[in-house]
């Protein structure tokens, strides 16, 4: 099982590659995937660039070509709010896609059931835990 990490800069992406071990670096669909290990977990990470069309490239192809079970979207989510700080650390419970009709969504294909989409709970919840853990400031859990 691997890991997929995605951040938006290079700036983003460096806290990562310092605790990464046993590194290679592979170059897929213009992108540089660095494989390793964090913890002893198998990770693949990279730098998508900005935008959600390039996360959405970027997530797709960690998916696919590394098969990662997991993927943690990492960086300043576009300043959320201007209560957040730096190294803050923001678990989304769920989301929703801001820019699309609700019954485009719900109607159409892939006819979910709510605009809604739910994080798993147990990623939430180690991403809290690792927060709490490694990190200097604050977790909040995003429950909109």
């Not at 990562?16 to 290990?37: A, C, D, T």
């Not at 990662?68 to 896609?97: E, H, M, Q, R």
């Not at 990623?123 to 859990?141: D, G, H, N, Y």
Request: hydrophobic share 45%.
């Amino acid at each position: 099982m691997t890991t997929g990490i995605i951040c938006a800069s290079d700036d983003e992406l460096a806290p990562f590659l310092s605790f990464m071990e046993e590194f290679s670096v592979v170059r897929k669909s213009m992108l540089k995937i660095y494989r390793g290990k964090i913890a002893g977990r198998s990770v693949a990470a990279l730098y998508g660039g900005v935008g959600k069309i390039n996360a959405a490239a970027a997530t797709q192809m960690l998916a696919d070509k590394f098969r990662c079970d997991a993927i943690i979207n990492a960086g300043t989510a576009g300043a959320l709010s201007d209560a957040l700080k730096p190294f803050d650390t923001v678990a989304v419970v769920k989301t929703t896609c801001y820019d699309a009709d609700e019954d485009l969504i719900t109607q159409y294909h892939p006819f979910l059931p709510s605009v809604w989409l739910g994080a798993d709970k147990k990623l939430v919840e180690r991403a809290e835990k690792a927060a709490q853990t490694f990190l200097p400031r604050k977790c909040i859990s995003a429950r909109l």
